[in-house]
Protein backbone atom coordinates (compact mmCIF):
# COMPACT_ATOMS: atom_id res chain seq x y z
CA UNK A 1 0.00 0.00 0.00
CA UNK A 2 1.72 3.49 -1.34
CA UNK A 3 2.23 6.25 0.70
CA UNK A 4 1.50 5.03 4.50
CA UNK A 5 4.75 6.58 5.35
CA UNK A 6 3.65 7.16 9.38
CA UNK A 7 0.85 4.30 9.48
CA UNK A 8 2.62 1.45 6.95
CA UNK A 9 5.05 -1.20 8.68
CA UNK A 10 7.88 -0.35 6.67
CA UNK A 11 9.33 -3.91 6.31
CA UNK A 12 9.34 -4.92 9.52
CA UNK A 13 6.09 -7.42 10.17
CA UNK A 14 6.68 -7.50 14.07
CA UNK A 15 6.98 -3.57 14.70
CA UNK A 16 4.30 -2.99 17.01
CA UNK A 17 2.42 -0.03 18.59
CA UNK A 18 1.44 -0.20 21.38
CA UNK A 19 -1.40 2.88 22.94
CA UNK A 20 -1.20 3.88 26.83
CA UNK A 21 -4.77 4.86 28.23
CA UNK A 22 -4.84 6.06 31.52
CA UNK A 23 -3.53 2.94 32.99
CA UNK A 24 -4.51 0.30 30.00
CA UNK A 25 -2.12 -0.27 26.93
CA UNK A 26 -3.81 -1.53 23.73
CA UNK A 27 -2.15 -3.54 21.39
CA UNK A 28 -0.34 -5.24 23.97
CA UNK A 29 -2.77 -7.80 25.67
CA UNK A 30 -6.83 -8.05 24.79
CA UNK A 31 -8.62 -5.49 26.00
CA UNK A 32 -12.40 -4.63 26.43
CA UNK A 33 -14.25 -1.40 26.11
CA UNK A 34 -17.75 -1.14 27.47
CA UNK A 35 -20.66 1.16 28.26
CA UNK A 36 -23.61 2.49 26.64
CA UNK A 37 -24.67 4.11 23.38
CA UNK A 38 -25.26 7.57 25.05
CA UNK A 39 -24.88 9.40 28.63
CA UNK A 40 -28.27 9.53 29.44
CA UNK A 41 -28.25 10.49 33.33
CA UNK A 42 -25.84 10.51 36.33
CA UNK A 43 -27.81 7.32 37.22
CA UNK A 44 -27.60 5.65 34.48
CA UNK A 45 -24.39 6.04 33.35
CA UNK A 46 -22.74 5.35 37.39
CA UNK A 47 -24.89 2.27 37.40
CA UNK A 48 -23.72 0.71 33.92
CA UNK A 49 -20.32 1.94 34.90
CA UNK A 50 -19.93 -0.36 37.96
CA UNK A 51 -21.49 -2.81 36.36
CA UNK A 52 -19.42 -3.45 33.72
CA UNK A 53 -15.98 -3.12 35.62
CA UNK A 54 -17.11 -5.70 38.27
CA UNK A 55 -17.42 -7.70 34.79
CA UNK A 56 -13.53 -7.11 34.14
CA UNK A 57 -13.92 -4.09 31.80
CA UNK A 58 -10.75 -1.87 30.89
CA UNK A 59 -12.20 1.15 29.48
CA UNK A 60 -15.70 3.18 29.41
CA UNK A 61 -17.70 4.21 26.78
CA UNK A 62 -20.37 6.82 26.56
CA UNK A 63 -21.41 9.19 23.98
CA UNK A 64 -22.13 12.78 25.16
CA UNK A 65 -22.39 13.78 21.54
CA UNK A 66 -24.22 11.43 19.37
CA UNK A 67 -24.24 11.59 15.33
CA UNK A 68 -27.92 10.23 14.67
CA UNK A 69 -29.70 9.29 11.43
CA UNK A 70 -32.48 11.63 12.30
CA UNK A 71 -31.93 15.46 13.65
CA UNK A 72 -34.93 15.03 15.74
CA UNK A 73 -33.78 11.60 17.89
CA UNK A 74 -31.65 11.90 20.81
CA UNK A 75 -28.70 14.21 20.02
CA UNK A 76 -26.81 13.48 23.49
CA UNK A 77 -26.28 15.31 26.89
CA UNK A 78 -23.41 17.55 25.28
CA UNK A 79 -21.28 19.22 28.40
CA UNK A 80 -23.51 17.11 30.62
CA UNK A 81 -22.31 14.24 29.98
CA UNK A 82 -18.88 14.75 29.52
CA UNK A 83 -18.92 15.78 33.43
CA UNK A 84 -21.21 12.86 34.14
CA UNK A 85 -18.31 10.49 32.36
CA UNK A 86 -15.91 12.70 34.51
CA UNK A 87 -17.33 11.03 37.36
CA UNK A 88 -17.99 7.85 36.08
CA UNK A 89 -14.04 7.61 35.69
CA UNK A 90 -12.97 9.57 38.84
CA UNK A 91 -14.95 6.85 40.89
CA UNK A 92 -14.45 3.65 38.91
CA UNK A 93 -11.38 4.41 37.29
CA UNK A 94 -11.92 3.40 34.37
CA UNK A 95 -10.40 5.53 31.48
CA UNK A 96 -13.25 6.79 28.70
CA UNK A 97 -13.48 6.83 25.70
CA UNK A 98 -16.27 9.25 23.93
CA UNK A 99 -16.82 10.83 20.42
CA UNK A 100 -16.00 14.12 19.31
CA UNK A 101 -17.94 14.94 16.42
CA UNK A 102 -16.81 18.62 15.79
CA UNK A 103 -13.26 20.45 15.40
CA UNK A 104 -14.09 23.53 17.47
CA UNK A 105 -15.22 20.84 20.43
CA UNK A 106 -11.50 19.02 20.52
CA UNK A 107 -9.99 21.23 23.24
CA UNK A 108 -12.46 21.18 25.30
CA UNK A 109 -13.82 17.83 24.88
CA UNK A 110 -10.03 16.68 25.85
CA UNK A 111 -10.30 17.96 29.13
CA UNK A 112 -13.03 14.94 30.26
CA UNK A 113 -12.10 12.10 28.16
CA UNK A 114 -8.64 10.25 27.82
CA UNK A 115 -9.19 8.92 24.48
CA UNK A 116 -10.92 10.58 21.69
CA UNK A 117 -13.31 8.95 19.26
CA UNK A 118 -14.04 9.65 15.82
CA UNK A 119 -17.16 7.79 14.11
CA UNK A 120 -17.81 6.33 11.34
CA UNK A 121 -19.91 9.34 9.92
CA UNK A 122 -16.55 11.21 10.42
CA UNK A 123 -13.93 9.10 9.33
CA UNK A 124 -13.08 11.11 6.37
CA UNK A 125 -13.66 14.43 8.17
CA UNK A 126 -10.16 16.12 7.36
CA UNK A 127 -10.31 19.24 9.56
CA UNK A 128 -11.46 17.04 12.38
CA UNK A 129 -8.62 14.70 12.09
CA UNK A 130 -6.52 17.34 11.90
CA UNK A 131 -7.33 18.41 14.80
CA UNK A 132 -7.20 15.84 16.97
CA UNK A 133 -4.14 14.87 15.35
CA UNK A 134 -2.79 18.31 17.03
CA UNK A 135 -4.52 17.80 20.43
CA UNK A 136 -2.13 14.69 21.08
CA UNK A 137 -5.03 12.42 22.86
CA UNK A 138 -4.99 8.96 22.27
CA UNK A 139 -7.70 8.30 19.36
CA UNK A 140 -9.81 5.31 18.19
CA UNK A 141 -10.35 5.71 14.27
CA UNK A 142 -14.04 3.93 13.46
CA UNK A 143 -13.87 2.83 10.34
CA UNK A 144 -15.96 4.04 7.52
CA UNK A 145 -19.26 2.49 6.88
CA UNK A 146 -18.20 2.75 2.93
CA UNK A 147 -14.36 2.68 3.39
CA UNK A 148 -11.55 0.49 2.33
CA UNK A 149 -8.61 -0.47 3.89
CA UNK A 150 -6.09 1.33 2.36
CA UNK A 151 -8.84 4.75 2.45
CA UNK A 152 -9.12 4.01 6.24
CA UNK A 153 -5.33 3.96 6.81
CA UNK A 154 -4.97 7.39 5.26
CA UNK A 155 -7.35 8.69 7.51
CA UNK A 156 -5.08 7.58 10.57
CA UNK A 157 -2.12 9.07 8.52
CA UNK A 158 -3.71 12.16 8.49
CA UNK A 159 -3.10 11.93 12.86
CA UNK A 160 0.13 10.96 12.88
CA UNK A 161 0.88 13.53 10.36
CA UNK A 162 0.21 16.04 12.55
CA UNK A 163 2.51 14.47 15.50
CA UNK A 164 -0.14 12.09 17.05
CA UNK A 165 1.14 8.54 17.19
CA UNK A 166 -1.60 7.11 19.51
CA UNK A 167 -3.90 5.72 17.01
CA UNK A 168 -6.46 2.90 17.48
CA UNK A 169 -8.52 1.56 14.40
CA UNK A 170 -11.93 0.00 15.22
CA UNK A 171 -13.52 -2.36 13.00
CA UNK A 172 -17.60 -1.68 13.17
CA UNK A 173 -19.51 -3.12 10.00
CA UNK A 174 -19.26 -2.04 6.57
CA UNK A 175 -22.71 -1.08 4.52
CA UNK A 176 -23.61 -4.47 2.28
CA UNK A 177 -26.52 -5.74 0.63
CA UNK A 178 -27.39 -7.77 3.64
CA UNK A 179 -30.08 -6.24 6.19
CA UNK A 180 -30.38 -9.14 8.48
CA UNK A 181 -27.57 -7.47 10.57
CA UNK A 182 -27.46 -4.13 11.16
CA UNK A 183 -23.87 -4.10 8.76
CA UNK A 184 -21.84 -6.76 7.58
CA UNK A 185 -18.83 -7.28 10.00
CA UNK A 186 -15.49 -7.82 8.17
CA UNK A 187 -13.64 -10.00 10.51
CA UNK A 188 -10.95 -10.30 7.68
CA UNK A 189 -9.86 -6.69 7.95
CA UNK A 190 -8.13 -7.98 11.76
CA UNK A 191 -5.11 -9.79 9.97
CA UNK A 192 -5.61 -7.35 6.62
CA UNK A 193 -4.52 -4.67 8.77
CA UNK A 194 -1.69 -6.56 10.69
CA UNK A 195 -0.30 -7.17 7.64
CA UNK A 196 0.02 -3.73 6.28
CA UNK A 197 0.42 -1.58 9.47
CA UNK A 198 1.56 -1.38 13.15
CA UNK A 199 -1.47 -0.34 14.45
CA UNK A 200 -3.67 -1.14 17.24
CA UNK A 201 -7.23 -2.73 15.92
CA UNK A 202 -10.15 -3.76 17.94
CA UNK A 203 -13.72 -4.86 16.83
CA UNK A 204 -17.38 -3.28 17.93
CA UNK A 205 -19.33 -6.49 16.92
CA UNK A 206 -22.28 -3.94 18.48
CA UNK A 207 -22.55 -1.51 15.42
CA UNK A 208 -21.35 -4.09 13.29
CA UNK A 209 -24.40 -6.70 13.91
CA UNK A 210 -26.99 -4.74 15.84
CA UNK A 211 -28.48 -7.78 16.87
CA UNK A 212 -27.73 -9.35 20.76
CA UNK A 213 -27.83 -12.93 19.74
CA UNK A 214 -25.22 -12.09 17.34
CA UNK A 215 -22.70 -10.14 19.25
CA UNK A 216 -21.23 -12.52 21.24
CA UNK A 217 -20.09 -15.08 18.97
CA UNK A 218 -18.67 -11.86 17.21
CA UNK A 219 -16.71 -11.04 20.09
CA UNK A 220 -15.42 -14.32 20.57
CA UNK A 221 -14.83 -14.70 16.52
CA UNK A 222 -12.66 -11.26 16.97
CA UNK A 223 -10.31 -12.21 19.82
CA UNK A 224 -9.72 -15.67 17.59
CA UNK A 225 -8.94 -13.07 14.61
CA UNK A 226 -6.61 -11.99 16.57
CA UNK A 227 -8.13 -8.59 17.47
CA UNK A 228 -6.56 -6.02 20.33
CA UNK A 229 -9.80 -5.67 21.95
CA UNK A 230 -13.41 -5.22 21.62
CA UNK A 231 -16.01 -2.47 22.49
CA UNK A 232 -19.42 -3.48 23.66
CA UNK A 233 -22.90 -1.78 24.47
CA UNK A 234 -24.13 -2.06 27.76
CA UNK A 235 -26.95 -0.49 29.05
CA UNK A 236 -28.12 -0.70 32.88
CA UNK A 237 -31.65 -1.29 31.64
CA UNK A 238 -31.74 -1.61 28.12
CA UNK A 239 -35.48 -1.56 27.07
CA UNK A 240 -35.57 1.72 28.37
CA UNK A 241 -32.03 2.98 26.36
CA UNK A 242 -32.62 6.22 24.18
CA UNK A 243 -30.01 5.21 21.32
CA UNK A 244 -29.63 1.86 20.24
CA UNK A 245 -31.89 -0.50 22.27
CA UNK A 246 -31.92 -3.04 20.10
CA UNK A 247 -27.77 -3.85 20.59
CA UNK A 248 -27.83 -2.69 24.27
CA UNK A 249 -26.47 -5.72 26.52
CA UNK A 250 -27.22 -5.93 29.89
CA UNK A 251 -24.61 -5.96 32.33
CA UNK A 252 -25.55 -9.98 33.23
CA UNK A 253 -25.46 -10.88 29.67
CA UNK A 254 -21.97 -8.83 29.33
CA UNK A 255 -20.54 -10.74 32.65
CA UNK A 256 -21.63 -13.78 30.72
CA UNK A 257 -19.27 -12.77 27.52
CA UNK A 258 -16.68 -12.00 29.89
CA UNK A 259 -16.40 -15.46 31.40
CA UNK A 260 -16.11 -17.18 27.34
CA UNK A 261 -13.83 -14.62 26.23
CA UNK A 262 -11.59 -15.76 29.65
CA UNK A 263 -11.68 -19.18 28.52
CA UNK A 264 -11.31 -18.37 24.90
CA UNK A 265 -8.12 -16.69 26.00
CA UNK A 266 -6.00 -19.41 27.65
CA UNK A 267 -6.55 -21.56 25.28
CA UNK A 268 -5.35 -19.52 22.26
CA UNK A 269 -3.10 -17.19 24.19
CA UNK A 270 -0.12 -19.00 22.29
CA UNK A 271 -1.48 -18.24 19.11
CA UNK A 272 -1.06 -14.35 19.31
CA UNK A 273 1.99 -12.54 21.50
CA UNK A 274 1.50 -9.06 21.03
CA UNK A 275 4.26 -8.17 23.46
CA UNK A 276 6.10 -8.94 20.82
CA UNK A 277 9.94 -7.25 20.59
CA UNK A 278 9.59 -4.36 18.57
CA UNK A 279 6.53 -2.61 20.36
CA UNK A 280 6.34 1.02 20.04
CA UNK A 281 5.58 2.61 22.71
CA UNK A 282 4.45 6.48 22.39
CA UNK A 283 3.82 8.53 25.63
CA UNK A 284 -0.19 9.47 25.84
C1 LIG B 1 -20.74 4.89 18.68
O1 LIG B 1 -19.81 4.12 18.93
O2 LIG B 1 -21.37 5.48 19.56
C2 LIG B 1 -21.14 5.13 17.29
C3 LIG B 1 -22.00 6.10 16.94
O3 LIG B 1 -20.58 4.27 16.43
P1 LIG B 1 -20.38 4.38 14.85
O4 LIG B 1 -19.73 5.71 14.59
O5 LIG B 1 -19.50 3.22 14.56
O6 LIG B 1 -21.74 4.25 14.24
MN1 LIG C 1 -24.47 3.16 19.52
Redesign the pocket.
Known amino acids: MKNLKLSGLNGDRHQRTIVTVGNVRIGESFIVIAGP ?1 SVESEAQMMETAWRVKEAGANMLRG ?1 AFK ?1 RTSPYSFQGLGIKGLRILEKARKETGLPVVT ?1 VTDPRDVSWVCEYADML ?1 I ?3 NMQNFSLLQEVGKAGKPVLL ?1 RGMYSTLAEWLNCAEYILAEGNPNVVLCE ?1 GIRTFETYTRNTLDLSIVPSVKEVSHLPIIV ?1 PS ?1 ATGRLSVIEPMSLAAMAAGADGILIEVHCNPSEALCDKDQAMSPAMFAGLMKKLATLRTSIQHIYQHADTGALEHAA
Do not use: V
Request: aromatic residues 0%; contains cysteine.
Open positions: CGPEQGTRKRDH
